[in-house]
């Protein structure tokens, strides 16, 4: 038992050390690297002096484009909470279209296939046609780029379903809309999470690419003007935030899906 003990404790050490050591090797090859092969490149201190006033008034706002960083991270979050529910809206039936029906994966596989590699550069200038307006593009172009992991493996998790399950349903003669409810989608929820936590990714990703395309304020939107403005520091301030509010959010996503799987 004390033995178990120690190897927990000396876990738990390592997993919060180690993160720190990576942390501050990641931060000494940067300074070597923005001292002895590049000037273009901020150097850590040279960065946290740009960016201070941004980190330490997070939510002030001074201008459109000037204000704190985690005003500019709301900002996009919003736009990506549209979306990605506006593609979950649409992906999840469709996912489960596929899954239950063979004419429909047969049917639609193709289509599926050719459209979930498209980029947010060729779905934002389409959705600018569609709706005129910047916002209702950016939406448009996180839900259809965001979508397809969701419609993916939420058809892989219904097709991977025993047969055993299906036959029980049978047995007590349930429904349609209680075998979906009661035996479907509880089977195929772990893949269906899996697209899930990807695709809230993915629409992270977009709203970068949709914020400086249409010049919106936001993360992605401070990005472009501080690169148009030569301020390489918050260049690299908006990077960091970025990689930090995409893991937040998968962390976020995967203590859902523990809840879920709990209740």
Same mark, same amino acid.
């Given at each position: 038992? #004390?033995?178990?003990r120690?190897?927990?404790? !000396?876990? !738990?050490?390592?997993?919060l050390l180690?993160?720190?050591? &990576?942390?501050?090797?990641?931060? &000494? ?10 000037? @273009? ?14 980190v $330490?008034?997070?939510?002030?706002? !001074? ?15 919003? %736009? ?6 506006l ?6 039936? @469709?996912?489960? +279209?596929?899954? $239950?029906? %063979? =004419? ?13 590699p498209?980029?947010?550069?060729? *779905?934002?200038?389409?959705? @600018? ?9 950016? =939406? ?26 299906l ?16 035996? +479907? ?8 999470? =899996? &697209?899930? %936590? ?6 992270? $990703?977009?709203?970068?690419?949709s914020?400086? @395309? ?9 990005? *472009?003007? #501080? ?18 509010? &995409?893991?937040? $959010?998968? %962390? ?12």
């Amino acid at each position: 038992m #004390e033995l178990v003990r120690k190897v927990m404790s !000396r876990d !738990r050490l390592e997993s919060l050390l180690l993160p720190v050591v &990576g942390i501050f090797v990641v931060l &000494g090859v940067w300074g070597l690297i923005s001292t002895f092969v590049t000037d @273009l490149l901020p150097s850590p201190m040279e960065t946290w002096e740009a960016s201070r006033l941004y980190v $330490l008034e997070p939510f002030a706002k !001074r201008g459109e484009l000037d204000q704190g960083i985690l005003r500019f991270t709301w900002y996009s979050l919003i %736009r990506v909470g549209k979306g990605y529910l506006l593609g979950l809206v649409f992906a999840v039936p @469709l996912g489960l +279209l596929l899954g $239950l029906s %063979r =004419t429909a994966q047969k049917a639609f596989d193709p289509v599926v296939q050719v459209l979930r590699p498209v980029s947010p550069l060729a *779905w934002l200038p389409l959705g @600018l046609v569609l709706f005129q307006q910047p916002e209702p593009a950016g =939406t448009f172009a996180i839900a259809m780029c965001s979508m397809w992991p969701t419609v993916m493996n939420t058809a892989f998790g219904i097709r991977a379903i025993p047969q055993d399950y299906l036959n029980v349903a049978r047995v007590l003669k349930l429904s349609r809309t209680k075998t979906l409810f009661k035996i +479907l989608l509880p089977a195929a929820l772990p893949a269906m999470f =899996t &697209g899930f %936590r990807l695709s809230l990714g993915i629409a992270w $990703l977009v709203i970068v690419a949709s914020e400086m @395309l249409t010049g919106q304020p936001g993360i992605g939107g401070f990005l *472009w003007q #501080e690169y148009n403005s030569l301020v390489y520091e918050h260049l690299i301030l908006c990077i960091v935030t970025i990689g930090v509010v &995409g893991f937040l $959010l998968d %962390r976020l996503m995967a203590a859902v899906e523990l809840r879920v799987k709990a209740a």
